[in-house]
Nanobody
């Protein structure tokens, strides 16, 4: 129900924008919270950013103003604009969603995309 795109390879300092399109039957601007998570090789999955139905946004501490999460309700699409990318940002990035913002923020949402790879070379 979630399909990501936009990953790729970029040099350090560069930018990428990830997109996640939600299935029609799933998306709801008023009930569905969405977010991005990432997992690097040999690492635990971590939250990148979440946005709930009231528009409240939470970022992982490592983001430090470099990433911006947003969504377009008309297009049923979630975005992650990533700037000033670092080698340590290299990971598989996953779109996630849940009708419970608590479950989403806890990293246990019911819906996951297949992931899109981001590779940053230094």
């Amino acid at each position: 129900p979630l399909v990501e795109s936009g990953g790729g390879s970029v040099q350090a300092g560069g930018s990428l924008t990830l997109s996640c399109v939600a299935a029609d039957y799933l998306y709801s601007a008023v009930t569905l919270s969405m977010g991005w998570f990432r997992q690097g090789p040999g690492e635990e999955r971590e939250k990148v950013a979440t946005i709930d139905t009231s528009g409240r946004i939470d970022y992982g501490e490592f983001v430090k103003g470099r990433f911006t999460i947003s969504k377009d309700n008309a297009k049923k699409t979630l975005y992650l604009q990533m700037n000033s990318l670092k080698a340590e940002d290299s990971a598989m990035y996953y779109c996630a969603a849940d009708f419970s913002k608590t479950r989403l923020k806890a990293g246990t949402p019911n819906y996951w995309g297949q992931g899109t790879q981001v590779t940053v070379s230094s």
